[in-house]
């Protein structure tokens, strides 16, 4: 029998390995867009489900449902509505704009562009125009009458409802990760909120969050570009010296 305090530090060990793999998985988890061809096994999927599961949410009520699309002719469907999406986000970067961003008061004025004319103009994009055979397709629903959105009200761009729904987003990539796979979250496809819910026969107290695909990827991805801790964290104010 192994020494209890042999135990304890294989323990601590374990644990240390188990961490640095997490923050390991975190700097290096990207967005993944092009999959090999391979299936995914719906067993892979229901263990991603299983892990992602334990994201937080406000006053944890999981306001968050998935419906996995796997009809092709809902897959054309939805890569349809995407690119209609697509589009329209196009037309905006094309401009020099952020998509619908709200305005420096915090509100949306209204489109910055011809929307119309958008979604008429195509606008060519691999992942756009293959979605349907993405090897796996999650359409991601938030039910509303659920979300504790504290910043209601507050006459600008609500932000706190999502953040019931997407930390399950982030657990989904990173469970997903450590099953070899690869995936990115869109949400141009909220766009076509109307049509999606049509299709997929979703409950008017629900909104479309987003739309998650995951396959193995077909490349290894390069090393992620992001800001410094000192240009986003300060001490004590928002001017204050960097936290770096
Ligand atoms: C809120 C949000 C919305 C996004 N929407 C889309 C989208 O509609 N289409 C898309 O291809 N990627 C989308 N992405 C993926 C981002 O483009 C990607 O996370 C970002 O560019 C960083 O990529 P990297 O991790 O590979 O550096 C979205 C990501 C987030 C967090």
Known sequence: MRHANTQVVDQVIDVTLRLVELTEAMRTTAAVRAFAPEPVHDDVLRRVLDEARFAPSGGNRQ?????????????????????????????????????????????????????????????PDEFAD????????????????????????????SIVGGASVYPFVQNLLLAARAEGLGGVMTTVICRQEAEVKRLL???????????????????????LRRREVGEFAFRDAFDGAPFA
């Open 63 to 123: 306001p968050w449902r998935v419906v996995v699309v796997e009809r092709p002719e809902l897959r054309a469907a939805i890569r349809d509505a995407y690119r209609l999406g697509w589009s329209e986000y196009v037309a905006h970067v094309v401009s020099g704009l952020v998509p619908f961003a709200p305005g420096a008061d915090g509100r949306w004025d209204g489109p910055a562009v011809d929307l119309e004319q958008a979604r008429a103009t195509p606008a």
């Open 130 to 157: 293959h979605l349907d055979s993405v090897p796996i397709m999650l359409m991601l629903l938030a039910h509303l009458p659920s979300l504790a959105v504290t910043d209601n009200g507050l006459g600008r761009q």
């Open 201 to 223: 026969g979703v409950p008017a107290q629900f909104a479309v969050a987003g739309m998650v695909v995951l396959g193995r990827p077909a490349r290894q991805v390069g090393r």
